[in-house]
């Protein structure tokens, strides 16, 4: 029986994992839980499972639930809050299976000290490894810990890494649907809507993710991932456009051999692999073979889709870069969604901001986080900058 420790319990990977939970009962059970801002969805989850501990995003809203659990006799359960909270989750004594599903940094300083902990990590928050991938990974092998994907891509590259020795890998191809203006001239681009770039093809996700895989910037962010968590460089992974999304991932071996894994598209599955390894459970997720009568590979456009370059070549270059890459692009999304800023200027915004940001490696995760923040306000600086010269040249 492995006890599990959620942080992001409301969100579609948390709800995901407490449903591989409830369908093994006999082989996992809930140990703490993070559930954020959704109260609720807090409310429910501690009345279903019982975590010993559970944390909220603020204060108030702890308190809110201490009292809605007392007033239904739900006993037993400590609630803790913020960032030290989420910390206590992650580390509680009992919990012998951490799953990181925190959207951006926010979970990053919990997902560190699991691993100084000792606790197993099941990541689902790319952002992590993104921004601190090199402090995760020093302290994973100093600690023995494994850091296993979740996400659909790098969890397939991983299971067709066990087919073979690290030193047998001559690289891996990453599959992206290519999002829904794959086909779209470039030309459209600044035409696309808000409504237009949350329609994706393939996936039901959260708004920042859909839109990054609409401008291909979250396939950037998995090339960084790869490269941290399989210790390989930037050359050796490969992006590959793969519209029916059939295909999550493969792995070419020296030898010419190329492994593909092939799945249902349900997080499910990735997360009941992390979960369960280094077995494999029996589970209902099948996949019907029917499916690959037809598979279509094409490589992608960096002409239309720059977000993949500059995801390149920050990788290239590690540090800093990384960091001010998935900051900016998380405050040039927001922009956009709240219609600020066109579709178009997503890119030049990162840009902007990369151009600036020195060539430096934090060593601690403060510093890694000052850095996340230094990044944010060169975005926002950056888009008020180009909203008022936009303002000038239509005066």
């Not at 409310?43 to 010993?52: A, H, I, L, Y």
């Not at 490269?227 to 456009?241: E, G, Q, Y």
């Not at 490696?361 to 926002?380: F, G, K, M, N, S």
């Amino acid at each position: 029986m492995k006890q599990i420790a959620i942080l992001g319990s409301t969100g579609s990977i948390g709800q995901s994992t407490l449903s591989v939970i409830e369908k093994h009962p006999e082989r996992f059970a809930v140990a703490s839980l993070a559930a954020g801002r959704n109260l609720d969805a807090a409310f429910e989850q501690c009345s279903r499972w019982r975590p010993s501990v559970v944390s909220m995003a603020t204060e108030e809203l702890a308190s809110a639930l201490e009292v809605r659990l007392r007033e239904a006799d739900v006993t037993g359960i400590e609630v803790v809050f913020g960032t030290a909270g989420t910390v206590r989750v992650a580390t509680v004594a009992e919990a012998d299976f951490v799953v990181s599903a925190i959207v951006g940094v926010a979970g990053l300083e919990a997902t560190h000290a699991a691993v100084l902990a000792g606790k197993p990590i099941g990541l689902a928050n790319k952002e992590a490894m993104v921004a601190a991938g090199e402090i995760l990974t020093a302290a994973a092998r100093a600690k023995n810990v494994p850091l296993l994907p979740i996400d659909s891509e790098h969890n397939a590259v991983h299971q067709c890494m066990r087919a073979g020795d690290r030193q047998e890998v001559k690289r891996i191809w990453l599959t992206a649907s290519g999002g829904p203006f794959r086909n779209l001239p470039r030309s459209e681009f600044d035409k696309i809507t808000v409504e237009q770039a949350l329609k994706h093809p393939t996936w039901v996700m959260g708004r920042r993710i859909t839109i990054d895989s609409a401008t291909l910037l979250n396939k950037g962010l998995e090339i960084i991932e790869a490269c941290r968590l399989f210790d390989l460089p930037p050359s050796a992974v490969k992006v590959t456009v793969h519209p029916e999304s059939t295909v999550h991932s493969l792995v070419e071996y020296v030898d010419g051999s190329i492994l593909a894994q092939i799945s249902v598209t349900d997080m499910r599955l990735p997360i009941l692999y992390a979960m369960s390894y280094p077995e494999r459970v029996e589970s209902d997720l099948t996949f019907d073979l029917s499916a690959l009568s037809q598979l279509n590979f094409q490589p992608p456009d960096f002409e239309r889709f720059p977000c993949l370059r500059l995801a390149y070549e920050a990788a290239e270059v590690g540090g800093a870069h990384p960091i001010a890459l998935n900051a900016a692009d998380e405050i040039a999304v927001e922009a956009f969604l709240e219609r600020a800023i066109p579709f178009s200027a997503i890119p030049r915004t990162i840009e902007r901001v990369l151009q600036a940001t020195p060539e430096t490696h934090p060593a601690t995760i403060a510093e890694v986080l000052a850095l996340d923040q230094q990044a944010r306000e060169a975005a926002a600086e950056a888009i008020a900058l180009a909203g008022r010269a936009s303002s000038q040249i239509s005066v």
